[in-house]
Nanobody, 123 residues
Framework: QVQLVESGGGLVQAGESLRLSCAAS????????MGWYRQAPGKQRELVAA???????NYADFVKGRFTISRDNAKNTMYLQMNRLKPEDTAVYYC?????????????????WGQGTQVTVSS
């Protein structure tokens, strides 16, 4: 399987920036979709940003113009650059990857979630 390890969360003031990272435990052969989600206390998990297999990027309306999703294939890592953070961005952020990896003898599909990283924005 493929484990995803997130890092980069923390406590910041409104208007500041953070960059989240999501590193895969092994080389990924192909991606069906990958993205960042978040879940605030008492709320459902929601999509923040996603990259499709074709490379198209979608953002939730509430982060457009402030957040940027990117990937570094050589490092098997995905990023979420978060600028001009607001208190309402406070949540646990999760990365998600749907793809395939090579086991050495065959290609295996997987869908993995990171463990979550807390982002807290104070006013």
């Amino acid at each position: 399987q493929v484990q995803l390890v997130e890092s980069g969360g923390g406590l910041v003031q409104a208007g500041e920036s953070l960059r989240l990272s999501c590193a895969a435990s092994r080389n990924i052969f192909s991606i069906n979709a990958m993205g960042w989600y978040r879940q605030a206390p008492g709320k459902q998990r929601e999509l923040v940003a996603a990259i499709s297999s074709g490379g198209s990027i979608n953002y939730a309306d509430f982060v457009k113009g402030r957040f940027t999703i990117s990937r570094d294939n050589a490092k098997n890592t995905m990023y979420l650059q978060m600028n001009r953070l607001k208190p309402e961005d406070t949540a646990v952020y999760y990365c998600n990857v749907d793809g395939k990896y090579f086991t050495g003898s065959r290609y295996s599909s997987f869908v993995s979630w990171g463990q979550g990283t807390q982002v807290t924005v104070s006013s």
